[in-house]
C-alpha cells in the first residue's frame, strides 16, 4: 500500500456550526468507506494555519487517493491537496543506494 498526505480546507459556506462540520465529515467518510474500501486512515489532525485538517492515509494506488480528494471535494465542500508520502527509513534507503551508485 503507499501512503499519502491530505491537506483538507473546509469551505467557509459549507458550514456554520459545529454540529454541521460534524455531520459533514461524517458524510464525506461514510462516501470515502464506500467508495474506497481498501484504503486505511492512519492519522487525523485538526491544523492552525491555512489548512484545517491534515490526514494520512494509505491506498493501493494513484487512482484510489484521487478518488479519496475528489470525495473530499464534493462531498465534504473542501479544497484537499493529496501528496504521495515515503516512510522515512525506506527513504534513506533510496538514498543510501544512489550514493553508493554514485
Same mark, same amino acid.
Not at 467557509?12 to 481498501?38: F, W
Not at 479544497?79 to 516512510?87: G, K, Q
Not at 525506506?90 to 538514498?95: H, L, V
Given at each position: 500500500?503507499?501512503?499519502?498526505?491530505?491537506?483538507?480546507?473546509?469551505?467557509?459556506?459549507?458550514?456554520? $456550526?459545529?454540529?454541521?462540520?460534524? @455531520?459533514?465529515? !461524517?458524510?464525506?467518510?461514510?462516501?470515502?468507506?464506500?467508495? %474506497? /474500501?481498501?484504503?486505511?486512515?492512519?492519522?487525523?489532525?485538526?491544523?492552525?494555519?491555512?489548512?484545517?485538517?491534515?490526514?494520512?492515509?494509505?491506498?493501493?494506488?494513484?487512482? $484510489?487517493?484521487?478518488?479519496?480528494? @475528489?470525495?473530499? !471535494?464534493?462531498?465534504?465542500?473542501?479544497?484537499?491537496?493529496? %501528496? /504521495?508520502?515515503?516512510?522515512?527509513?525506506?527513504?534513506?534507503?533510496?538514498?543510501?543506494?544512489?550514493?553508493?551508485?554514485?
Amino acid at each position: 500500500m503507499n501512503t499519502f498526505v491530505m491537506l483538507t480546507r473546509v469551505s467557509p459556506e459549507a458550514v456554520h $456550526t459545529p454540529k454541521e462540520l460534524g @455531520t459533514l465529515e !461524517r458524510q464525506a467518510m461514510d462516501h470515502i468507506h464506500a467508495e %474506497c /474500501p481498501k484504503v486505511k486512515w492512519m492519522a487525523s489532525y485538526a491544523l492552525l494555519g491555512p489548512y484545517d485538517y491534515l490526514d494520512i492515509f494509505t491506498a493501493p494506488d494513484i487512482e $484510489t487517493a484521487t478518488k479519496v480528494s @475528489t470525495i473530499m !471535494r464534493t462531498w465534504g465542500h473542501a479544497y484537499s491537496e493529496v %501528496c /504521495p508520502a515515503t516512510e522515512w527509513n525506506k527513504f534513506k534507503g533510496m538514498i543510501e543506494k544512489l550514493r553508493k551508485a554514485a
